[in-house]
């Protein structure tokens, strides 16, 4: 199993772009969520998914977009980039509000 | 939403002693609470995961400990060794969403 891959490793982004990270996980996993991490602030959930067709917001969601149409993937899409979103994205899957596999993350900065 | 705090300065010990991370929260007490490793330039491993109503799980050199009352979770490693130098981060689970803690860093010296 290649467990959870994310898309692109790194990103350089101008003020106004608009992106989508990629994440994709093979192990049939119902749960998916997208965290950012930033110095001193831990990590902080921006959207989650139960289950294809659903998904809620976490603590950070502006700026944000998720859909999820397969088990396997769970895009997030940035609208229009603002140097405030420069961070490390991580998303990470697990069967039920367990234990969380992590994929390897996208570092994105925004110019 | 929960505030998670750990210890906010880096540990340092030495190789084979015992090293003791602190996790307190300021709410409710969530339904479990879960420990992670995290390695530079890399996302976070699962470690471990405790639940109300226990008080206390190990695995291998690994002990997590759960007080309800204190609002507080240590996390020990026993006989710890370099390969243990990380960060670890403490994560509590409250319905869909989950908390994390900034971290510890710890650095085991040989």
């Known amino acids: 199993n290649a467990g959870v891959t994310q898309t692109p490793k790194f990103q350089v982004l101008k003020t106004g772009q608009s992106m989508t990270l990629q994440c994709a996980q093979d192990m049939n996993h119902e749960y998916m969520s997208w965290y950012r991490q930033d110095p001193g602030m831990g990590l902080r959930l921006i959207h989650y998914s139960v289950g294809a067709g659903i998904t809620d917001q976490g603590e950070v969601p502006n700026g944000y977009n998720v859909s999820r149409s397969t088990t396997e993937d769970f895009p997030l899409r940035l609208l229009s980039a603002a140097p405030s979103q420069t961070s490390v994205y991580f998303c990470?899957?697990?069967?039920?509000?367990?234990?969380?596999?992590f994929g390897p993350g996208t570092r994105l900065t925004v110019l | 939403s929960q505030k998670i705090e750990q210890n906010s300065e880096a540990l340092n010990i030495q190789e084979g002693k015992t090293a003791t991370l602190t996790c307190n929260y300021t709410?409710?007490?969530?339904?479990?609470l879960q420990w992670y490793r995290q390695d530079p330039g890399r996302g976070p491993v699962f470690l471990l995961l405790?639940?109300?109503?226990?008080k206390e799980k190990r695995k291998e050199r690994l002990k997590v400990t759960f007080d309800t009352t204190l609002k507080q979770s240590l996390f020990h490693i026993t006989a710890s060794q370099p390969a243990d130098s990380a960060t670890y981060l403490c994560a509590l689970g409250d319905g869909n969403q989950f908390y994390f803690g900034t971290g510890t860093s710890l650095t085991v010296i040989p």
């Open positions: 405790i639940r109300e109503n226990e």
């Open positions: 709410n409710y007490s969530p339904a479990y």
């Open positions: 990470a899957s697990s069967r039920d509000w367990g234990m969380q596999y």
